[in-house]
């Protein structure tokens, strides 16, 4: 028998000014997603912003649904959105709100599992790592590869006999 460690190095920062200008541009982009989503059932609503390598900004935002399976996260929306309109372009970055009750949340959200599969794989097909930005009006967590989010990933790789 073998134990791994699966270890997970998150950077912390306490205010949007500890982050460079093009960062502090994805989470002001985000925040915007964020108060447009479509989120008549629960109120909670949460942006995403991918910076690609051309240095275009794609945004999303959730989109629920009556049918609740049927909504599309964030994360999601922003990642397809990206592909279907640059699909050679790189993901270099992304930033992630919410909007609880009117107000950015205290504490920064983090991806479902379904979101972090989508990353994983946008990060596989363009072999380049998604740096993430989790902000929170009292922090803000960035995490240097989408990848570090749900090591033990499933990826193509794992199709091949």
Known sequence: MKTLDIILQVVEYKSLDELSEEEQNL??????????????YSGFRVGAS???????????NNQENAA??????????????AGAQYPEVPVVAMAIVAINNGQVTNSPVTPCGACRQVMIETEVRFEHPIKLILYGKENILVVDSARKLLPLSFTSAKLKP
């Open 27 to 40: 989470v002001e982009r985000a925040i915007d997603a964020a108060q447009n989503a479509y989120a008549p």
């Open 50 to 60: 991918v910076l690609l390598d051309n240095g275009v900004v794609i945004i999303g």
């Open 68 to 81: 609740y399976p049927s909504g599309l996260c964030a994360e999601r929306v922003a990642l397809f959105a």
